[in-house]
């Protein structure tokens, strides 16, 4: 699997990229951080990549089939916006500045992945592209899972990483790489893993794993979806926000996969 926590500042290393392997007794992965600059991207996501076949890649930036420029406010975005951000935040919008230099920077590492790495054809529901490349949002996929969001109390700066460290405190990540990938070791521990960007690149190797398994939950239409954990990770309250705010969009905007099953 190959997660992409996109960044665009062409000066500091604000993107990351996370290959997670395993085999039949252990998990590991490998993390880098680069800059947005095109020859950069290019090294360090082939580097990452390297020769072998990829189930998937989830790449965190607004993506949608062409990897042209959205510009607009998505349905995806939508859905993660209403109700929700009062216990978990929001994403941005692919029609604000921040959105647009986003998007730039994902279909780039996008097109890069797709033209140099060996990614397995998608064959998960709501696809973007005949290869398995998706989108991410690290902070609402771990948000999600969080039984009682105000008892973890976090800053729009800091949100995902407060997220991360809870659902490490109390194994939550874990039990998802276990029901993911059952009967397996890490070959090091959740804790490690301290750097934002890098964090949030490993989420989205968590989220490329479950397309993979075809089991997740996604939210958006024509103009992009975004990937969420499988729904036996989603609490409670956050299933019911999704539900009532699918009923405000046009049919089929939540969609729920319970594919095969572990990888």
């Known amino acids: ?16 990229v996370c290959r997670l392997d395993w085999d039949q007794q252990e998990i590991r992965w490998t993390l880098q951080r680069f800059r947005a600059r095109p020859e950069e991207q290019l090294h360090v996501l082939r580097s990452v990549a390297g020769p072998g076949r990829l189930e998937a890649a989830a790449l965190d930036g607004p993506l949608r089939a062409g990897f042209d420029v959205i510009g ?28 647009q230099a986003l998007n730039a920077a994902a279909n780039s590492c996008a097109r890069i992945i797709l033209a140099h790495g060996d990614l397995a054809p998608a064959r998960h529901a709501v696809p973007i592209d005949a290869k398995a490349v998706v989108e991410a949002f690290p902070s ?9 969001p105000t008892a973890v109390p976090a800053r729009r700066q800091d949100r995902s990483d407060v997220f991360f460290q809870h659902l490490v ?25 301290t750097n934002h960007d890098e964090r949030a690149a490993l989420v989205c190797a968590l989220t490329a794993l479950g397309v993979a398994a075809r ?11 975004i990937i969420l954990p499988p729904a036996p990770f989603l609490q409670g309250w956050a299933l019911a926000d999704l539900q009532a705010n699918a009923a405000a969009e046009a049919p089929g905007a939540l969609h729920v996969s319970a594919g095969p099953g572990p990888v």
Do not use: C
């Open 215 to 225: 089991q997740f939950v996604a939210v958006g239409d024509a103009d992009g979806w």
């Open 1 to 16: 699997m190959l997660g992409v926590d996109v960044g665009y500042s062409p000066t500091q290393a604000s993107s990351a």
């Open 169 to 193: 405190r109390t194994s939550g990540l874990q039990r998802l790489l276990n029901h993911l990938l059952p009967g397996r070791s890490l070959t090091q521990p959740l804790t490690a893993v």
């Open 72 to 99: 607009r406010y998505r349905t995806a975005e939508r859905m993660l916006t209403r109700r929700l951000p009062p216990r978990i935040g929001k994403p941005g919008q692919a029609s604000a500045p921040v959105g």
């Open 140 to 148: 609402s996929f771990l948000g999600v899972m969080l039984e009682d």
